[in-house]
């Protein structure tokens, strides 16, 4: 999810043309808590209890995810949201066939106590990855007050670097994520949250995607991920410290801090994926696009509808069963 959205190349594009069916589905996910539901069914056989074989594989950088699609090396990503909207503009034909999760405290716009609301960033020097869920928050915030982009002065830097430039004074403002939220802010009493994501549901958010045709052609084995994930959901509710520390193991965070970050995240069941995919979540994805494409017209042309970036197939028959 966090990492800056990189399209696939025209090689990739060349690879996608003809998916390859698995008899194992291989999933991409990188070190972000949102995906942690995988990695409890992964250790707990809810996969294996839902028919489907299931291998995660796991990555640093939104590129090699890209390359290990583009390659057949995996069917599925795990990916944010405007990650799959760039991918789409640039000829992927992606997919989203389930919401894992969604942003709500864990994206942030941090500043010293002498901005006090995002009217004031005008000229600010604004410190955020491009490309990233942090340029897609720092996009809307803007716009939702009256500005847009052009306003302030960008400084591209990586999110881990964001909040560290904030508090050595590089900068006015940092937009970043968990766990670097809470550790800037842990500097002292001079820093604090100037905006979150939870200012608009669903506009940090994850979804399971692959090649549209892949999809067509392995509904059973989506339909076992789905559930899979719906049981580790419960799981981790209803055991939340033995659930906690199999995500933080697999991001490789101090429960400490797991749980300051997970704070801010809400995942997704199935029931509540059924719910917000009769419309809301696509309405979100257009708003998502429009603030794209606003921000880099010559990489988002098009905003995707919620039918071109959603198959509802697979989850609609999840929520059934």
């Not at 996910?29 to 028919?51: D, M, R, S, T």
């Amino acid at each position: 999810m966090k990492l800056a959205s990189i399209a696939l190349t025209s090689l990739a594009l060349m690879a996608l043309a003809a998916p390859v069916q698995a008899e194992t589905v291989k999933i991409g996910l990188q070190p972000w808590l949102g995906y942690g539901p995988l990695w409890i069914a992964e250790q707990q056989g809810f996969f294996e209890k839902n028919g489907v074989d299931v291998e995660l594989i796991n990555f640093t950088w939104d590129q090699d995810v890209a390359a290990a699609l583009a390659s057949g090396n995996i069917q599925v990503i795990s990916a944010a949201t405007n990650t799959v909207i760039l991918n789409i503009n640039n000829g992927v034909p992606l997919k989203g066939f389930m919401v894992m999760d969604g942003s709500t405290t864990a994206d942030a716009v941090l500043a010293g106590n002498n901005i006090a609301s995002i009217a004031e960033l005008k000229g600010k020097k604004v410190a955020y990855e491009l490309g990233s869920t942090s340029d897609l928050l720092i996009n809307y915030a803007l716009n939702s007050n009256g500005l847009t982009i052009a306003d302030v002065e960008a400084v591209p830097l990586a999110a881990a670097d964001a909040g560290l430039a904030l508090i050595a004074g590089r900068v006015d403002v940092a937009v970043t994520y968990e766990p670097y939220i809470s550790a800037a802010l842990a500097q002292g009493p001079h820093f604090k949250v100037l905006y979150t994501a939870g200012e608009k549901p669903g506009l940090i958010s994850d979804v399971l995607a692959a090649d549209a045709s892949f999809i067509a052609d392995n509904q059973d084995d989506l339909v076992g991920i789905i559930k899979a994930w719906n049981e580790a959901v419960t799981f981790l509710r209803d055991n939340p410290e033995a659930g906690g520390k199999i995500i933080a193991d697999a991001v490789g965070s101090p429960i400490e801090e797991f749980n300051t970050a997970f704070a801010g995240v809400h995942l997704y069941d199935t029931t509540e994926n059924a719910a917000m995919l009769k419309g809301d979540f696509q309405a979100t994805v257009a708003e998502i696009g429009s603030i794209m494409q606003q921000a880099n017209p010559d990489e988002v042309k098009t905003v995707p509808t919620g039918d071109e970036f959603l198959d509802l197939t697979a989850i609609n028959t999840a929520a059934a069963q």
